[in-house]
């Protein structure tokens, strides 16, 4: 479960390294797996240099930036239909675009299952491993 002001890592290629939760999408008070979120990014990696970066390493996002992400990990334990429960070692999104779709093209880490579930298919594909 992710509260308001919640910090969460980013698992993707998006330039983002940690954010913060300002809001969750639907109405919702808190968030869990597979749920979307609006977070402002708190750390992002640092800009390359003109003469030594490469073109293709530039960051989508930098630092204050609001976008908006789905949680794929969290701390809390989260019940399964099948009865089994499922936490992870820290909380951790994906950001998003406005449209949905991932503004990184690679995710770094392990991603639950109720992503997948929660139509998002797409980061599902993505991921090395779901759980």
């Known amino acids: 479960m ?3 002001k919640s910090f969460a890592k980013v698992i993707d290629n998006s330039g983002a390294l940690v ?3 300002i809001n969750v999408m639907g109405g919702a008070r808190v968030a869990s797996l597979g749920d979307e979120v609006v977070c402002v990014v708190k750390k992002a990696r640092p800009l390359a240099s003109g003469e ?3 073109s293709n390493a530039v960051s989508k996002l930098k630092k204050g930036d ?3 992400a789905l949680v794929v990990r969290t701390v809390q334990p989260v019940r399964r239909l099948d009865g089994t429960f499922v936490k992870f070692d820290d909380n951790a999104v ?3 675009s406005k449209q949905g779709t991932p503004l990184g093209n690679r995710v770094l880490g392990v991603v639950a299952l ?3 579930q929660k139509r998002w298919a797409k980061i599902a594909s993505l991921a090395p491993k779901m759980v």
Do not use: D
């Open 94 to 96: 994906v950001m998003l």
């Open 66 to 68: 609001v976008a908006r």
């Open 114 to 116: 109720e992503a997948r």
């Open 2 to 4: 992710l509260l308001l």
């Open 19 to 21: 954010v913060e939760v």
């Open 52 to 54: 030594g970066g490469s």
